[in-house]
Nanobody, 124 residues
Framework: QVQLVESGGGLVQAGGSLRLACAASGRTFTIYIMGWFRQAPGKEREFVAAVTRSGTTYYADSVKGRFTISRDNAKNTLYLQMNSLNAEDTAVYYC??????????????????WGQGTQVTVSS
């Protein structure tokens, strides 16, 4: 089993930045890919970004160029640096992990482990 705990959410003004972190514990050596998803009120969960153990990254078009995902394997921690935030980025952000290679990295169903989420609110 793998446990994931997010941190770093909060309230920020439009144009500002936040950095989210996700600490993994348990059988972390089994993790192949880690990612971030988000869910805004009244909307479906959507993919944000993912990174493999070797460092290959994937981004949703809506965040490309603004968000940067990174992973410190030694610390078992995943990060999401979010810049140029806007109101549309307001959501609960979830960390996810999988021990296998997803067929589609953007599909939440392919991730076995999830954190409890952290709220990000961008005021306009």
């Amino acid at each position: 089993q793998v446990q994931l705990v997010e941190s770093g959410g909060g309230l920020v003004q439009a144009g500002g930045s936040l950095r989210l972190a996700c600490a993994a514990s348990g059988r972390t050596f089994t993790i192949y890919i880690m990612g971030w998803f988000r869910q805004a009120p009244g909307k479906e969960r959507e993919f944000v970004a993912a990174v493999t153990r070797s460092g290959t990254t994937y981004y949703a078009d809506s965040v490309k160029g603004r968000f940067t995902i990174s992973r410190d394997n030694a610390k078992n921690t995943l990060y999401l640096q979010m810049n140029s935030l806007n109101a549309e980025d307001t959501a609960v952000y979830y960390c996810a992990a999988s021990g296998s290679t997803p067929l589609h990295v953007s599909r939440g169903g392919e991730y076995a482990y999830w954190g409890q989420g952290t709220q990000v609110t961008v005021s306009s």
